[in-house]
């Protein structure tokens, strides 16, 4: 069983800085994509950034400038850092990690955190 669990979220007054940290676990032979996706009040998910096993990152055009996406393989954890955030960057954000696991390790499964919530408000 894997899990992947969030962190770092909270209450942040606008152009502040948050940390989002995302650690997958359990019985994990790869992790290939990684991402991270918010969901505001209201409306659907969308994607924030994503990250190859080889470091190649793409972001939405909203947060291009001000969050970056990384990750440490060696940990199976992935990062989003956040800057300058904005009042619509409120959301609960979560990460998603393409995954395999020793009982099935060409199979990749789309694999979800809990989410963890980001309120920008002063």
């Known amino acids: 069983q894997v899990q992947l669990v969030e962190s770092g979220g909270g209450l942040v007054q606008p152009g502040g800085s948050l940390r989002l940290s995302c650690a997958a676990s359990g019985s994990i032979f790869s992790i290939d994509d990684m991402g991270w996706y918010r969901q505001a009040p209201g409306k659907e998910r969308e994607l924030v950034a994503t990250?190859?096993?080889?470091?190649?990152?793409n972001y939405a055009d909203s947060v291009k400038g001000r969050f970056t996406i990384s990750r440490d393989n060696a940990k199976n954890t992935v990062y989003l850092q956040m800057n300058s955030l904005k009042p619509e960057d409120t959301a609960v954000y979560y990460c998603k990690g393409d995954i395999s696991t020793y009982y099935s390790p060409r199979r990749y499964l789309e694999m979800w955190g809990q989410g963890t919530l980001v309120t920008v408000s002063s």
């Open positions: 990250i190859t096993n080889n470091g190649r990152t």
